[in-house]
């Protein structure tokens, strides 16, 4: 199975930056896609941005010009770069990766979260 971790969380300012780090390892699974979801107060869980192997890159039009997210292939580990944060990007921010097993499976692991606040 596939370990997927957070790190970077933390309590910001408005208009601050923070970057978040997500390792998959554990596995030789293939990384198809690794995504940046988030989860506000009473919200639902949304795609904030996502990379796929061929290197194409979505983002939610809310943070589109504010965060970037970018892919380190060698070392299995994506990362989001949030610039310019608003108090509404306040969530639980949940990486996700869609893998292929040498056999040809897919499949999608969760990390379990990291924190970001964004706060006066």
């Known amino acids: 199975q596939v370990h997927v971790v957070e790190s970077g969380g933390g309590l910001v300012q408005p208009g601050g930056s923070l970057r978040l780090s997500c390792a998959a390892s554990g596995s030789s699974n293939s990384i198809n896609v690794m995504a940046w979801y988030r989860q506000g107060p009473g919200s639902r869980r949304e795609l904030v941005a996502s990379v796929t192997r061929s290197g194409t890159i979505t983002y939610a039009d809310s943070v589109k010009g504010r965060f970037t997210i970018s892919r380190d292939k060698a070392k299995n580990t994506v990362y989001l770069q949030m610039n310019s944060l608003k108090p509404e990007d306040t969530a639980i921010y949940y990486c996700?990766?869609?893998?292929?097993?040498?056999?040809?499976?897919?499949?999608?692991?969760w990390g379990q979260g990291t924190q970001v606040t964004v706060s006066s």
């Open positions: 996700n990766t869609v893998t292929t097993t040498p056999g040809g499976m897919l499949s999608a692991y």
